[in-house]
């Protein structure tokens, strides 16, 4: 079964600077895709960004960009410049590609963004 | 038009009780799933509708907890008898299609049995 481990509960940032949020999964599969999703406090999930596993290439959107260290199984997320709105809880999410659409969350990371 | 809707936002109940959260997808979604984010903890898959195909209930906790989706759109997630380990967020989401296409999801039900 896949798993997907999210080592810091929570992280802080100071506002303008980076931070850098762990994943590591377990899959025994060759084609995947994983997701970071942002969950502010009205508690929506939204989706940020996404790699697909046959893709080499780290994704990037505006401010965040990913880490994708397939043989470590390994997906970080990385914040530039980080603003006061980036403050909410980030998934690690992993989906497998039997079509399904069923993502397997890690457990989350609270992120605060200092001014 | 709008996003996924979920009724109602909030939930208090007594153990024992049953209770029925509203999912309203994105028109047009043709998949739908329910997730439950207990306290401080990561999103756990319920349950999974992919337009008329039959459900993937593979997540369902246990034999209280079932749900519908009527006419490929708005669905139900219900549960009965009620206990106080079922308290947890309600997340719906839906999506255009299966694979990857990007879920949309609610804001939740947040269940309180007490």
């Known amino acids: 079964a896949q798993t997907v481990t999210q080592s810091q509960p929570e992280m802080s940032v100071q506002e303008a600077e980076t931070v850098t949020l762990s994943c590591t999964y377990d899959?025994?599969?060759?084609?995947?895709?994983l997701f970071w999703y942002k969950q502010p406090p009205s508690r929506q999930m939204i989706l940020v960004i996404r790699?697909?596993?046959?893709?080499?290439q780290n994704a990037t959107e505006n401010r965040f960009s990913v880490n994708f260290q397939k043989a470590a199984k390994s997906f970080s997320l990385k914040i530039s410049d980080s603003q006061l709105g980036d403050t909410a809880m980030y998934f690690c999410?992993?989906?497998?590609?039997?079509?399904?659409?069923?993502?397997?969350f890690g457990q989350g990371t609270t992120l605060q963004v200092k001014p | 038009g709008a996003g996924v809707s979920q009724s109602p936002s909030n939930k208090v109940t007594e153990k024992g009780k049953d209770v029925e959260l509203r999912c309203d997808p994105i028109?047009?979604?043709?998949?739908l799933y329910w997730y439950r984010q207990s306290l401080g903890q990561g999103l756990e898959f319920l349950i999974y509708?992919?337009?008329?195909?039959?459900?993937?209930k593979s997540g369902l906790p246990s034999d209280r907890f079932s749900a519908e989706r009527t006419g490929g759109s708005v669905s139900t997630l219900t549960i009965q008898r009620t206990q106080q380990e079922d308290s947890a967020v309600y997340l719906c989401?839906?999506?255009?299609?299966?694979?990857?296409?990007?879920?949309?999801f609610g804001n939740g039900t947040r269940l309180t049995v007490t």
């Open positions: 899959t025994s599969e060759s084609n995947y895709y």
């Open positions: 509708f992919q337009g008329n195909s039959a459900p993937d």
């Open positions: 999410a992993f989906m497998d590609s039997s079509n399904t659409g069923k993502l397997i």
């Open positions: 790699q697909e596993a046959y893709k080499q």
């Open positions: 028109s047009g979604h043709t998949a």
């Open positions: 989401a839906s999506s255009l299609d299966r694979g990857n296409s990007p879920l949309h």
